[in-house]
Structures are given as C-alpha cells and as structure tokens.
C-alpha cells in the first residue's frame, strides 16, 4: 500500500477526474487524497507525508521546483496533463517557440509523464528526459462511459429547482467563448488579461443570448469559463433575467443540459458522449490563433455545427434531440491530441501510478543560492547536449555554445576563434553533417 497525494491544477475542471483516479488508486489498497495543487499544495504535502504525487503538467519554474523538493522528500512523482496537447501535426507546423513550449522550457526530473494521445507520447519522448511519456488516452470523456454516472450528479429536480426552471421545458446552456479553462478565477496570467479585454466578441455573444432568448420558449443558462470576468456578463444577464452559473463544475451543467451552445469548446465533445446535441457559435480558436492548442481550423471547431444566424440557430436548438457531432472531426481527434476515448484512461493511469515507488522521507533543504560556478555545476545539461546521427544512428555529445561563451568570456579569450570552434558541427562517428540536437 502507498499513501498517494492528488493535486488539482483546477478543481472546477479536474475533480470530477481525479476523482476517477482516486477511486481506481483505493481500489488497489492505496491511501489517497486530493487537494488544490496552488492553493494547498505545499501544506497538504507536508500535512499527508505522500509516498507519491500526482502533479498538473510542469510547465513553469514553480512547478518544477515543487517536483524538485517532492524528489528531494523521496516521493515518487507522477505528472497527469489535465488537457489534450498537440499532435505530430501541430508539432511540425510550430516554430521554434511553439516546440520548445511543447517538450517544455525548463528540464525537470520526475518518475513518468501521463498524456493523451499517443503522438504527444512520442513527442515528449524525443527528449530523452530519463523518465516516460505515457499515452492512457481521453481523460476527460471517461466520466461519460462510467454506468450509472448520472446518479453521482445534481439531479434535474434539484438542478432546476437552483435555478428556477420549468422540468418540462428544454434547458439550453451556453457557454462563454472568452477565457482558459484551466485558469482560476482569482489567478491572474497575461494571455488570460488579454482574452479578458475582449470587447466586441463578448458583445455579439451576448446579443445572441438575447436574441435566442426572444425567439425560443425554454430554460436558458449561461456559464463562464474559470477566469472570465464575471461583471460584464452578470449586468447584461440579470437585465435579461437569464442565470449565470460560475460556480458549477461543467459536467454537473452538462448532465443537465439538453441542448448547448458553445464556441469551439472542448464541452461538444462531452455533449456528443451523452448523444445530446451541442452547437457553435464563432469561434474561439480562430480568433485567438496564438499557440499550438488555439488554431484555425483546430478539428475542436468542427465536431459541433456552427451557426451564425439567429433565426437559423434558435430553429436548430428548438429540433434538436441528440448529437449531431460531426464523426470525422472526432475521430481525428481520437487518433491525434485526445487518445482513446473508451472510458478507461483514469485505470490506465491509476495501474500506471499504482507502480511508482517512494518513501517519504524528511531531508535538510536545497540551497536557495546558485553556486554553479564554470568547472563545477549541478546540471549537466547547462554545458553539454545529447545528439544524434541522421545517418549512422549512433549518438554522441555536443558542448552548447552559451556555455563556451561563458567560458570564453570567464577566460578572456578570442571570440571569433571560438565562433570558428562552434561552428565545427559534423557527427564524430561518420563525419555526416545531418545530425540531431
């Protein structure tokens, strides 16, 4: 048995998940918690003494040297991506900035790395970080392949009962375009600030909720995206006397939504697994074209139908009975970013946490100074990187050039006979010049 600790990026967004896992995890003799990762994180770490953690994807300087102390504590360290990434197809079309924020800007050191899709599997792998990318497939489907799963939700009785619905009448959801799901509300980052700026978007979304409320006889709710800003949604809402819902976790909506309307969200998908019809209403990812995840043409922005006409949009809504998921779309997504979706991608990664060993362990802290110094540093790869050939295949060792800058600048040397150094670039075993860094 192992006492293993679950931490949260965003528990709006993962509880229902984590949860899964949990179960899965207690099932096999585990002792298991789970806990905000910002918020509680380093008190519940020192509170439940785990022998492993299951942390949010390490993808800033903080969470990597959450995963650093929790190594130095002897627990084994497991990474669960909360969202579908990239497939090979966004990989390639990326420019250097988008890959290097896709295998990740700063090296770190865990016991394995659980994604979705088995292409950003092999695409993490490339890296030859010492620890495995894992595919286990579509986490966020599973909840919907579970028996009996609506039993563990707010009922319709109580759902329209919150928020003063007719049971007999259809209830319509919507939800924002503007924002990232896995942000929190009172967290604040740029690409988040900007996406809160936006005006004229958020406008037309909003005389759109209005016009369908004109123009159709059901219950209507409308739902933000954690880090949304609320005000302007609430005042316009209220003068409509149309709820807004903040505080939900979307599958306890969704379970109690017959018809949604959405802007590109990953929500159609969950819709099509309850056979409920979901459709589009612009298109966030053609608006916002600013990384890998958020693109035009992203297959997102083709498994539900979009429609811009009022009264063809609220005319759709009024006939729809079950999905109307566009097959092709989510079958590209099922062999590209998201993975299986079968409903098992929680055991999968639970059989998989299930085989880490650690023990934790109290330990004197790491300095907080940098003592690295030219001739004696802590990490390896701050002067050299692995490499291989193109040709014969074999692997070999480069000197990075920053690092002889350094050296160069520490020893007063000639710059322009190192540049001629660093520019002698050709595999040491076969002399071929078409090699990988």
Known sequence: MSKILILSASPHRDEVVDNLIKQELESLDNKVWTHPCLREGRDAILEHRPDVIVLPPIRNPYSRDLAETCKDFGIGIVSRHTEASCDWQDFKDGNAVTKTAILGRWRYDIDKELVWGDDEAQILERRGAGFPAIAVGAFGVDIYKQTGFRKKFVSRVDFCKKWDFDENKKTLTISSPWGFCDSAPDLSID????????????????????????????????TLHPGVLVA??????????????????????????????????????????MNKPAFQFQ??????????????????????????????????????????????????????????????????????????????????????????????????????????CGICKKPFTTINVQYLKDLCNALGGDKNKLANVSKQSFCPHCAARFFRK
């Open 191 to 222: 690409e988040m600030v900007e996406i809160q700026r936006e005006v004229e978007g958020r406008q037309k979304y909003l005389d759109m909720v209005n016009g369908l409320k004109q123009r159709l006889d059901c219950n209507i709710l409308v």
């Open 232 to 273: 302007p949604y609430k005042q316009s809402l209220d003068q409509m006397k149309i709820p807004l819902d903040t505080e939900s976790t979307a599958t306890d909506i969704l379970v109690n939504t017959d018809v949604l309307i959405h802007s590109g969200s990953t929500m159609g998908i969950e819709m099509h697994c």
């Open 283 to 388: 298109d966030v990812n053609e608006k916002y074209t600013c990384g890998w995840w958020i693109k035009s043409g992203s297959a997102l922005s083709r498994v539900s139908p979009r429609i811009e006409d009022l009264n063809e949009l609220a005319k759709a809504v009024s006939l729809a009975e079950k999905s109307n998921a566009d097959k092709t779309a989510i079958k590209e997504l099922e062999t590209g970013r998201y993975g299986k979706m079968d409903g098992k991608a929680f055991k999968r990664a639970a059989k998989e946490i299930n085989e880490v060993k650690g023990k934790f362990k109290f330990c004197w802290p790491r300095a907080h100074v940098d003592y690295d110094q030219i001739c004696a540093f802590k990490e390896e790869a701050k002067a050299i990187s692995k490499g291989y």
